[in-house]
């Protein structure tokens, strides 16, 4: 095969102001190259952005896919007050907007739909809502269900100014420290506008029912940030047909950047892999 990765940076007109995204797919160098065989949209989590996920969509690529993710709104390149949140409905929405733009790309192709964290609360939003349009649905340490610190931030009068322990992502000290250097990524307080707008997305995620399609849920078991305890609650809701759950031993919570990074994209790939062929009337 003769082609090469290539990423490129777009916007698109969000509920708040333009929204930063990228594209990553290859670039065929001739008409017997490989084309993508599927779709990727990656929504990223709480105060980082798009660019934290880029060795997973060189990876999706290899496989064959066209990747596409933005900046959510106050978060990374795109506009909006830093990690004010209000209402998360609107966000879904803008994230359709992605969605439209990689369809008008790559119309026909399967689509798969990976959320972390945060993102994975939304992304279980927009399949509640869009679930129709999507092949599968991945959830990496999602925020759904109960969520403790949520709870705990919400009750108190003044919420503290202390960032997140760069030991609570990855057992790798590296992504600590790169997450500590990186200034796309959010280290001030939360919100409390953001913190009502989690909880009511929860709510409405609780009264949505279950999601149509496939789904995973994988989550690390040494996740301080985002406990699996608190997310299994809402597991029963949300799984539908032919779902499934993986946990890591001695994962922290950015699964995609732990010290068995390559085993979780491999568990994901082979997921993708098994509904496209289903999809495809293969199996």
Known sequence: MSATLEATDFTLPGHAGDLQARRWQTTPHDQNSAR?????????GYGKHLGRYEWVAERLVADGAAVYALDHVGHGRSAGE????????????DFRRLHEEALLQHAGLPVVLIGHSMGGMIAIRYAQLYGAELTCTVLSGPVMGRWEALEGLLAAQEIPDVPIDPDTLSRDPQVGADYVADPLVWHGPFKRETLHGLRDCLTAIAAGGSLEGPVLWLHGEDDQLVPRAGSANAWPVIRGDRSRAKSYPQARHEIFNETNRDEVLADVIAFVHEN??????DR
């Not at 065989?37 to 990223?44: A, E, F, I, Q, S």
């Not at 496209?276 to 009337?281: F, Q, T």
């Open 276 to 281: 496209i062929a289903d999809l495809n009337g």
């Open 36 to 44: 993508p065989r599927y779709l990727v949209l990656l929504c990223h």
């Open 82 to 93: 830093r990690v004010l949140i209000p209402d998360y409905e609107p966000v879904v929405e």
